[in-house]
Structures are given as structure tokens and as C-alpha cells.
């Protein structure tokens, strides 16, 4: 055979494997579920894992999946206007968040969420913007206000009740928001009303100084790990943060409670992007 028409074959053998092996990655799309929103739970990127901690790879791989199978990212606003019923979400709809405000949002997370024109929220604990010693550094004023301009969302982590402590004098601990605190240079537990202040305080100086600094409305809340209790949820409610944030997995309906909306741990190192759909396969 002319050996012309040996390397002309060769290359179509070629462009018609690769084109398959294309056509082979995006297969598998279909509705999953309609009417719900499924929400994804991220911490800190970095490219040594651990904990909730997760490589740029491994998230850049979790964002190519939910293309791939079909699924829809959804903004902040869209996902507020599905709540409120104002507005229907296409199906397989998903909205990412993130929580704490490390600064690796901004190098490794926006990058890839901006250049597939995806949108995540972050919720900060406002004591530590800006925080760039002696911790993992932190998310400024200026990185967020960039980061609003194309399309990530900034809501409150609390101001600074991101903590567990103390709640007898037996040293037991529980999370700083959800529970009163052992006040141990008076050997005694807070009382409600101090609870109450003190709680209170926080979530609003939080809303007050993202709203100031950002120019943006704050009343999504997420609880941190994700324990809260209904005098949280009464205080929220009384300062505007109308919708909270937990941990429970499960998908968001219209019928969803507010005050509880699920999401799905996806920031876990043994979490591979067919894990992620299955993980959102299993909460619906």
C-alpha cells in the first residue's frame, strides 16, 4: 500500500479516537433532579491536601465533572429568587460555596470559577480579613471587591464566633455560637442575656461592616460547624440574615426551612469528581 495513504489513514484513525474519547467524556448528562439546588461546601485549596483542605487540581476536576454530566451552576442572587419563589432554577442546578475566607479562594478557586464563567459564594469571619500572618492568610477588602466584579458572592462566617469554647467548669467545649460560655475568672456559665448580647453583637457587626466595606446586601449566613440553635436563628432572623447555612447534606427545595438549608461536603481529598456526583446522586 502507497505509504501516503497509510499515514492519511493513521491520521483520520487518530481524530476519529479523539473525538470519540470526547464525545465519550461528556456521555454521561441527564436530569438528575429538578425543582432543587444542590450546594457545595468547600474550606481551603492548597496543593498539599488534608482535613478539608484540597489541591487546585482536584477542584478544577470537581468543576470540569459538573460540566461534563450536565449539572448548572447557579449565582448567590439566582439561588435568593429560587428561595423567595420568584424565580425557577434549571435543572441539576447547583450553587458553590465556600467557608473561613482563606486568601487561596482568590488564587486558585476564582481563576478556574471565572475562566468557566461559574459563580461561588464565600462567607467570611469578618474579624480576619485581611489577616495575612501567623495564620493561613486571609481575603482583603481589595482581592473581594475585585472578586464581586466578576461574579463571587461575600456573605457572613460570623464576625468572629468561628471557635469552639469552654461551657462548665469541667473543661467540655462546644461551638462559641451555639452555646453559653464558662466564664472561668467568675466560675460561672454566661446567663441567657449575656448569650443573647453577645450573640447578637457578632452576627450584626458582621452584616454591618460587609455591607459597609463591600457595598453589597448581607442575609445568607452560614453557622460554623454548622451548629447554631433557635436563639440563633431568632437573632438572624431580627438583623436581616433571613437564610442560614448548615452542614446536613440534602438538596434545596422552595420547602426547604430557611434557617437549616442543607449542603454536601465536597471539599474532602478522597472526594474525586465521580464521587462528587454520586455524593449529589445520594442527597437528592
Not at 500572618?133 to 482583603?140: S, V, Y
Not at 447554631?228 to 431568632?234: A, G, L, R, S
Request: glycine fraction near 8%; charged fraction near 25%.
Amino acid at each position: 500500500m502507497n505509504k501516503t495513504i497509510i499515514v492519511t489513514i493513521a491520521a483520520a484513525v487518530i481524530v476519529f479516537v479523539f473525538l470519540s474519547g470526547c464525545g465519550e467524556t461528556k456521555r454521561d448528562t441527564g436530569e438528575y433532579y429538578k425543582g432543587k439546588v444542590a450546594v457545595l461546601m468547600y474550606h481551603h485549596i492548597d496543593h498539599h491536601e488534608g482535613g478539608a483542605t484540597i489541591t487546585p487540581a482536584r477542584f478544577e476536576e470537581h468543576l470540569d465533572t459538573l460540566l461534563y454530566k450536565g449539572y448548572n451552576v447557579i449565582s448567590l442572587d439566582h439561588f435568593r429568587s429560587f428561595l423567595k419563589g420568584e424565580m425557577e432554577v434549571p435543572s441539576n442546578a447547583v450553587l458553590i460555596t465556600f467557608d473561613d475566607g482563606y486568601e487561596s479562594f482568590y488564587q486558585y478557586a476564582y481563576p478556574l470559577l471565572k475562566e468557566r464563567e461559574m459563580s461561588a459564594t464565600m462567607f467570611m469571619i469578618v474579624k480576619h480579613i485581611s489577616a495575612k500572618e501567623g495564620q493561613i492568610p486571609k481575603l482583603d477588602w481589595s482581592q473581594m471587591q475585585e472578586m464581586i466584579g466578576n461574579g463571587m458572592y461575600f456573605q457572613s462566617h460570623t464576625y468572629d464566633s468561628h471557635f469552639y469554647h469552654e461551657i462548665d467548669e469541667k473543661g467540655k467545649k462546644d461551638a462559641a455560637l451555639a452555646a453559653r460560655g464558662y466564664l472561668a475568672d467568675e466560675k460561672r456559665v454566661e446567663t441567657e442575656e449575656e448569650y443573647t448580647t453577645r450573640v447578637y453583637e457578632d452576627l450584626k457587626k458582621s452584616k454591618e461592616l460587609l455591607e459597609q466595606g463591600l457595598d453589597v446586601y448581607i442575609d445568607f449566613f452560614s453557622a460554623p460547624y454548622g451548629r447554631k440553635n433557635q436563639k440563633v436563628d431568632e437573632i438572624s432572623k431580627d438583623i436581616g440574615l433571613d437564610y442560614i447555612f448548615t452542614i446536613v447534606p440534602g438538596l434545596v427545595s422552595t420547602a426547604a426551612n430557611p434557617m437549616a438549608l442543607p449542603r454536601i461536603n465536597a471539599g474532602s481529598p478522597d472526594i474525586d469528581g465521580d464521587k462528587l456526583h454520586q455524593l449529589i446522586e445520594k442527597a437528592k
